[in-house]
């Protein structure tokens, strides 16, 4: 079946960008000095490295395994490449986390809704997916905040209204809530 074929590469492709942002996420906590920024990194490998063993599980449940695509290896090498050299500032290469975490947010998403519309044993296969797409969506508001602040220190040279943090919290508070909503 064509359509299992294309999900088990698609989720291949989604584990193997997890494994990617778990190793930038590592290299970026190295490259900052700010302990916030850094508690927030912390927080975000945790979850990536839990997340990418429930990406791990939906694929044993869905019974078939592919490798990732060439073009999305290639892809990724390029990220690493780009990301471990010096020609992007690291507010450059915080902005391609969230890229990376929008991308992740969406592939989550798109597979959870291929595997509505083939059948009932991968949409439950798919399901925990939707937990890893929510924790994706909170980090995007997390690098948000992140970004505001590495932006305004390379760019300006001043620190930024500390009350960000604040309305980046309200927003992953707000996240949170509706994966508990969506769960219950």
């Given at each position: 079946m064509?359509?299992?074929?294309?999900l088990a590469t698609k989720l291949a492709d989604l584990k193997l960008f997890q494994n990617v942002l778990i190793e930038q996420e590592q290299k970026l906590m190295a490259a900052t000095d700010d302990s916030t920024i850094r508690e927030r990194l912390e927080g975000m490998l945790k979850r990536d490295r839990e997340n990418l063993g429930t990406i791990e599980t939906a694929i044993?449940?869905?019974?078939t395994t592919a490798e990732s695509r060439d073009i999305t290896q290639k892809h990724a090498e390029k990220v690493n490449q780009m990301m471990s050299g010096s020609e992007l500032t690291l507010y450059d290469k915080f902005f391609q986390l969230e890229l990376l975490k929008h991308q992740q947010t969406m592939t989550g998403l798109v597979l959870h809704k291929v595997a509505q519309s083939l059948d009932d044993t991968l949409q439950n296969a798919m399901e925990p997916l939707n937990k890893v797409n929510f924790e994706n969506r909170a980090h995007q508001e997390v690098l948000k905040g992140v970004l505001y602040f590495v932006g305004t220190r390379e760019m300006a040279g001043k620190e930024p209204d500390m009350g960000l943090w604040a309305s980046v919290e309200q927003g992953i508070a707000a996240l949170k809530g509706a994966v508990g909503s969506a769960a219950s």
């Open positions: 064509a359509d299992m074929t294309t044993a449940k869905s019974g």
